[in-house]
């Protein structure tokens, strides 16, 4: 048995710290071709609204260089790519060779190409060098990270000064009749939905737990403010489910 500091959440179970990397690979590589039409089925088309909405929080401006980190499937990518024009540039970057491989297909039949570049990587240690980006976003992505706080580190390092960092996650409901109604729909109905969409109920049940050991919206703003991150908030969206954490660098 792993000494419990050698040891990670991985939905409800506890798993060696070295294992959850390729056990959250397997469940995206599993999703990865129903990914899209799944975050319309459980979010009822919701999840596009929490995008447009950290776009419009973004900032981002013709000429810039972005990282839409744990990019998956490019929604963000694909509206970066617009603002940020031909003289900018976007960089997909997900650990998960299936969701760029969707994401690159998914991008280029709308059209996307020339300032959109795909680097596989892992979030911990982004191979870029400092100050580089004016801005990262992360959405529905940095709770399947092993190492959150040593991530967070990594996006503040290749952040140029005066870039700022969007964070788009779920989080905690804040009313508690929403997170009961919320609690019954995603361990009941979330699996349910997965298997007959995706034939994987496994791989959403997981989601859901993953989404229970995150953590909750002060704590992660606290974790940010303490790789040096300022000026941080924090959004609740749709009663808490989703959280938007803005931070910056100076």
């Known amino acids: ?10 939905g409800y179970k506890s798993v060696a710290r070295e294992e959850k990397q390729g056990l959250v690979a397997d469940v995206f590589h599993s999703v990865a071709t129903k990914y ?58 997900d650990i998960n060779d299936s969701m760029l491989k969707v994401g690159r297909e998914k991008l280029r039949n709308l059209g996307k190409v020339g300032n959109i570049e795909y680097v596989q990587m892992n979030a911990e240690a982004l191979p870029f060098p400092d100050n580089t980006f004016d801005l990262i976003t992360i959405a529905f992505g940095l709770r399947n990270v092993t190492d959150k706080s040593k991530a967070l580190a990594s996006m503040q390092r290749v952040l140029k000064p005066g870039g700022r960092l969007l964070v788009l996650e779920f989080s905690k409901p804040i009313h508690q009749p929403l997170s009961k109604a919320y609690d019954f729909y995603s361990f009941n109905l979330l699996p349910n939905m997965g298997k007959l969409v995706a034939n994987d109920a496994e791989s959403y049940r997981y989601l859901a737990e993953s989404i229970r050991m995150h953590p909750d919206q002060e704590t992660l703003k606290q974790m940010m403010e303490d790789v040096g991150f300022e000026m941080t908030s924090y959004e609740n969206l749709t009663g808490g489910i989703v959280a938007l954490h803005k931070g910056f660098k100076f």
Do not use: Y
């Open 36 to 93: 899209d039409v799944m975050n319309d089925l459980m979010s009822f088309g919701i999840h596009r609204l929490w995008k447009r909405h950290t776009i419009a929080c973004s900032g981002a401006r013709a000429g810039q260089t972005i990282l839409d980190l744990a990019g998956g499937t490019g929604d963000l990518t694909a509206r970066f790519s617009d603002i940020v024009g031909p003289e900018g540039q976007v960089v997909l970057g």
């Open 1 to 10: 048995m792993k000494p419990h500091d050698e040891q990670t959440d991985f």
